[in-house]
């Protein structure tokens, strides 16, 4: 009797050891998976950034001529502006591969461009950045031609100006390849407030991205 019951208590401590380590097993697969689920959530897919204009303000836009030897075309202006870019991504960083610029244009015509960051600056995951902008000139050159010249003096007559910020750069996200770039463009309808002036009512804008790259 005595052995028979020591043979049953060494098959209930063996039966006990196999369904611990059983146990253990599965939740070693169930933590591996989590892992691979969360890896592919954080890495495997590119959330893009989201990019507005938040305030803006323009107290002068001026149709200028010079003529040395050929008559030129010009804008004397000041345009300020508040732009923001997101990174939605929360876990992966972007690194500026190329120079990260917003170039204002009027009728398609690029005349200022501004930097807002330089190659190789990082822009950490989930954070947003708020670029505040102020630029002018006397007589930044413009290629209107006949038609941009008609266009601006419409605009120029109800004091409403549609005008364009292009943000264009390339980035490198954690842990992957490919470089990525970022173009967007964001249409503002800007109504002249002479300096002194109470600053007018705008808008927020969302600026609208270009299609994305495979992988990107």
Not at 23 to 46: K, Q, S
Not at 93 to 120: C, S
Not at 131 to 140: E, H, K, N, P
Not at 168 to 188: D, W
Request: charged share 20%.
């Amino acid at each position: 009797m005595g052995a028979l019951e020591d043979c049953c208590d060494d098959c209930r401590c063996y039966s006990s050891c196999r369904d611990f380590w059983w146990c253990v097993l599965c939740l070693g697969i169930l933590a591996a998976v989590a892992l691979i689920v969360v890896l592919v959530a954080a890495f495997g897919f590119v959330r893009h950034v989201s990019i507005t204009v938040d305030d803006a303000s323009l107290t002068r836009l001026v149709l200028v001529s010079s003529s040395g030897g050929a008559a030129t075309t010009a804008l004397a202006y000041n345009l300020s502006l508040t732009l923001t870019i997101r990174n939605r991504n929360w876990a992966m960083a972007m690194t500026n591969t190329k120079p990260l610029d917003a170039a204002y244009t009027f009728d398609d015509q690029q005349f200022d461009r501004v930097r807002l960051a330089g190659e190789g600056d990082k822009h950490p995951a989930g954070k947003t950045r708020v670029y505040r902008l102020t630029s002018g000139s006397d007589g930044a050159p413009v290629a209107l031609g006949n038609a941009g010249e008609a266009e601006f003096r419409e605009q120029n007559a109800t004091g409403l100006f549609e005008v364009e910020v292009k943000v264009k750069g390339e980035v490198k996200y954690t842990a992957r390849v490919t470089k990525c770039a970022i173009e967007a463009t964001c249409p503002l309808k800007l109504q002249l407030a002479p300096p002194g002036t109470t600053a007018v009512v705008f808008q927020k804008v969302k600026c609208k991205l270009a299609k994305a790259e495979k992988n990107c």
